[in-house]
């Protein structure tokens, strides 16, 4: 049964009062300027995408073969391609597209726009004026699939606006992998993506969500992410942004509702040639014995300015706990960084909220250390650089924490 009518129109409203309402961080984007509407068909499998395609999906983190994978999800563009569910996995959890899921399921509505507001800014507010589809992936309760779920946000068109709203469910006693690869076919394109995301992990629940950013210089991106935690439940990002990008602005939310509740942010990104980048997590800890953690690592080189942003919120009478860690390393005298912790206890007596910030140059006694031991100049510095990305990701495939470690290093090898 299809949501509320009502509701959608309640929606649409609020959305309508907000088009021209600017965020209140990163550069404002002229949306209107990618209008361009390109219809594409279905696929029989993801081996169906062209050779460009699959090397972009490829880099953003996808196995085009659906090994070791419970379920995939591909969108080019407004259009979604592909949506498959591994036979063995049948009965334990359930992927589609958020326009079938909003058609099939009433109760969906208690999800829909609960963790992010529409009314947000211009980019949330467009999403649910224009939205063209996102995913939709609820694992049942105390299913816990071995493999990952993949999914792949791809622009492949110029002047495109991809308008995504996505929403994950964990239900009660439930564990999920997920990795997204967000990313271009082609490096020349001008377009903007627009990705909204909601999470929902239940009492008891674990979800593991690995994003991967591979965008180019022309192409802006505004995602807005809300995650709400219920008792004992656990969320764990890993972010990773290795290309350059137009302009990125995005600040998580995650709700720690619950007592016992976590959530855990490593984020990885290398600024490049002018990039723009304002990325950050905020975690607001309501529940007792709430647990919270944000670990940065960032590099800015060439022109890039890079803000890293962290926010830890005690609400709780009771216990809670929670660290910022976010460290940066300045390669160029025209790159900028800039590193914005801040710590807020409401009311929280027994809260311990704590935070640590460095940026720097690399070390020269590390470099001539390596150099001492017959290493070149250049490859003491790519081998810093690389070690300094690589944070040893928690809850990674083994595949993708290669993968990283193989970009990584070969983008470090291009700055210098």
């Not at 009433?106 to 529409?118: E, G, P």
């Not at 110029?158 to 709203?165: A, E, Y």
Request: proline content about 3%; some cysteine; glycine content about 6%.
């Amino acid at each position: 049964m299809q949501v509320d009518t009502n509701y959608l129109s309640d929606l649409k409203s609020k959305a309508g009062k907000a088009l021209e309402k600017k965020a209140v961080l990163g550069p404002d984007i002229d949306i209107s300027r990618y209008a361009r509407l390109v219809e594409r068909g279905k696929i029989e499998s993801l081996e169906g995408l062209s050779h460009q395609m699959k090397e972009a999906a490829v880099m953003a983190g996808i196995n085009i073969k659906e090994e070791l994978r419970s379920g995939s999800y591909m969108q080019i563009d407004r259009s979604v391609v592909y949506e498959s569910l591994n036979k063995a996995y049948e009965g334990q959890l359930e992927i589609m597209n958020i326009t079938d899921a909003l058609t099939k399921y009433d109760w969906l509505k208690d999800y829909y726009w609960k963790a992010v507001q529409v009314d947000q800014d211009k980019y949330t507010a467009h999403v649910e004026m224009n939205m063209t589809h996102g995913y939709f992936i609820r694992v049942f309760p105390h299913q816990k699939p071995q493999f990952p779920v993949q999914s792949c946000l791809l622009v492949a068109e110029n002047n495109v606006s991809q308008n995504v709203h996505n929403i994950i469910i964990v239900e009660e006693g439930a564990e999920l992998q997920v990795i997204t690869g967000c990313t271009l076919a082609k490096q020349e394109a001008e377009g903007v993506h627009l990705g909204v995301s909601e999470f929902y992990v239940k009492k008891g629940g674990k979800l593991f969500f690995t994003m991967i950013h591979n965008w180019a210089e022309n192409f802006h991106v505004r995602p807005r992410t809300g995650i709400i935690i219920e008792e004992e439940g656990a969320f764990i990002n890993n972010y990773v942004l290795l290309k350059p990008v137009k302009s990125i602005q995005a600040f998580p939310v995650a709700y720690l509702k619950g007592e016992r509740s976590s959530a855990k942010f490593n984020t990885i990104v290398l600024g490049l040639r002018d990039s723009y980048i304002d990325l950050g997590a905020k975690i607001i800890l309501d529940g007792r014995d709430a647990r919270g953690e944000s670990i940065t690592r960032t590099i800015a080189a060439d022109e890039s300015i890079t803000y890293a942003r962290g926010d830890l919120v005690a609400k709780t009478t009771g216990y809670c706990l929670a660290h910022l860690d976010c460290r940066g390393i300045v390669l160029s005298n025209k790159a900028k960084i800039f590193a914005i912790p801040e710590l807020a206890s409401e009311g929280s007596l027994k809260a311990e909220l704590s935070h640590e910030a460095s940026i720097g140059p690399i070390a020269e006694e590390q470099v001539e250390y390596l150099m001492s031991r017959g290493i070149s100049r250049d490859d003491a510095i790519s081998a810093i650089t690389s070690g300094f990305l690589n944070l040893d990701i928690p809850y990674i495939p083994d595949f993708l924490d290669k993968n990283i470690k193989e970009v990584i290093k070969a983008t470090a090898a291009d700055v210098l």
